[in-house]
């Protein structure tokens, strides 16, 4: 056995193992105290991928959830209104069994009788036209608007919100776009900027300030390298710079009246003389046209003015919007999309496709009750007569048929499909979360036993230590 004095190496050792101990016990203390097993991605790699993807998928089952409840206060919310409506319906028809029984009325009683009539029909027409969910409306024929657009080139989307030109949309057809404005960015060109012959010019020394950002130059400044300052700035500044025409010219990187240009310059570096200048871009305006058949003839075109949006995203006063590219930003009347009825989507699953549809019809009076008697619905249904009121209520019948039968199917979507989604839901989170869990979180009993070894190590590695250090001590007894 040998005896060093300079290179303790029991008292490395033994250092090695403390600082090993250490870095275990702050790892276990971190689990302990976060509940958490996986703590950074170096705790467990592979892990982690999986737990990633598990909490991705169960937050996305919480969204789905969440939207199954909306898809059933969508439903309830249509279903109530019909409820009403068959409420209506049925008062509406002991009119009609008591208006059959002419013997017994007068004129005067069977005018009363219409007069009830015509202000139910009234309130059934109130409820199909006003019930909505939120701005979405439900019984008028325009739930489940949907546009898409036909060339994407020229659109970058379009969105309809159920109501064009003031009116229900009931019907599909051709979306055609007649841009009457073109929308333009803000620019700064023209006899009021310095003229250079060349982009390797020298620009002269100064500053100057784009919406805001200023800019210095020297003498040694060439003009390409300011247009190459301006634009690495251009995300900042929401400007870009070119050299043409002799001259450094600026504009917007977007278009419209939010993107503008103010260049103040001081030191007429980019300008002729000293001065500032600005410049404000112009929004897109069209008239939007819905044409039922495609061509204007068998069933009335209808038109509005999209003037309220921004640059090129079109937008009329009902929430209707029509987002151009810069192919489509060119005047002129142009076919752009489609636009269909049919039914509400939903999106009831966290995965791609998952999705539910719910139809929901026009159940306006003049839509109620047709079929039965010729040129009658319940728009136009009378009381005055004992022929009318049986033809009367033959439509009512067919009416209250038909709004039974649309709340049966309101009703399915909501049983069949909504509910039990949301009960299959709840346990792909349920079962996901106990797998997630076994990965991500901490055996609470395992870690304290760990722990617990940990806190022994280093109170013993710590004695070793102390007892390592002293050992060179012994080799004084060897120099007396």
Do not use: C
């Not at 169960?58 to 309830?76: H, P, V």
């Not at 739930?143 to 657009?149: D, Q, R």
């Not at 003037?307 to 489509?328: C, E, M, V, W």
């Not at 991500?440 to 070894?453: C, L």
């Amino acid at each position: 056995m040998s005896f060093r004095i300079n290179t303790n190496v029991q008292a490395m050792n033994a250092l090695r193992n403390l600082s090993q101990t250490g870095m275990e016990t702050s790892k276990s203390m971190t689990r302990l105290s976060t509940g958490l097993r996986i703590t950074s991605a170096s705790d467990d790699p592979a892990g982690l991928i999986v737990s990633e993807g598990f909490r991705a998928q169960i937050k996305g089952l919480d969204q789905a959830i969440r939207n199954n409840q909306d898809a059933m206060n969508f439903s309830k919310t249509a279903e109530g209104a019909l409820d009403e409506v068959n409420k209506l319906l049925s008062d509406a028809r002991s009119l009609a069994v008591a208006s059959g029984n002419g013997a017994t009325l007068s004129d005067s009683q069977r005018q009363a009788n219409q007069q009830q009539l015509t202000s139910i029909v009234q309130s059934i027409n109130r409820i199909s036209s006003d019930t909505a969910y939120g701005s979405k409306k439900l019984l008028d024929g325009s739930a489940g608007v949907l546009a898409n657009s036909t060339d994407n080139s020229k659109v970058a989307g379009m969105s309809f919100t159920g109501t064009f030109d003031g009116k229900a949309i009931t019907g599909g057809g051709t979306i055609t776009v007649n841009v009457t404005t073109v929308a333009e960015k803000a620019t700064i060109t023209g006899a009021s900027l310095a003229t250079f012959a060349n982009g390797t010019d020298a620009i002269g020394e100064g500053t100057f300030q784009i919406n805001g950002f200023s800019f210095s130059t020297t003498a040694s400044d060439t003009v390409n390298d300011v247009v190459s300052r301006i634009n690495n700035l251009s995300s900042q500044t929401g400007v870009e710079a070119t050299f043409a025409n002799n001259a450094v010219e600026l504009t917007s990187s977007n278009f419209g009246s939010k993107a503008a240009i103010n260049l103040v310059d001081g030191s007429a570096v980019l300008l002729a003389s000293a001065g500032q200048v600005s410049d404000t871009g112009v929004d897109a305006v069209a008239t939007v046209t819905i044409d039922p058949d495609g061509t204007g003839t068998t069933y009335a075109a209808t038109s509005s003015t999209f003037d309220q949006g921004s640059g090129l995203n079109l937008r009329d006063k009902y929430g209707n919007t029509i987002s151009l590219t810069g192919a489509g930003n060119v005047g002129g009347a142009t076919a752009l999309g489609q636009i269909s009825v049919g039914s509400a989507s939903f999106q009831i699953g966290a995965n791609k496709g998952q999705t539910a549809s719910l139809s929901i019809g026009n159940y306006s009076a003049s839509a109620l009750g047709a079929g039965v008697v010729s040129g009658k619905t319940l728009s136009n249904i009378s009381l005055l007569s004992d022929s009318d009121a049986t033809n009367s209520l033959e439509v009512i019948d067919k009416a209250i048929a038909e709004i039974s039968t649309a709340r049966g199917q309101i009703g399915n979507f909501m049983r069949n499909t909504l509910e039990s989604n949301v009960r299959s839901l709840g346990i792909q989170k349920e079962n996901l979360s106990a797998s997630e869990s076994s990965i991500r979180d901490v055996d609470v009993a395992d870690e304290t036993t760990k722990f617990t070894k940990l806190q022994i190590l280093q109170q013993s590695g710590l004695s070793m230590l102390a007892q390592a250090n002293s050992a060179p001590q012994s080799v004084l007894s060897l120099l007396r």
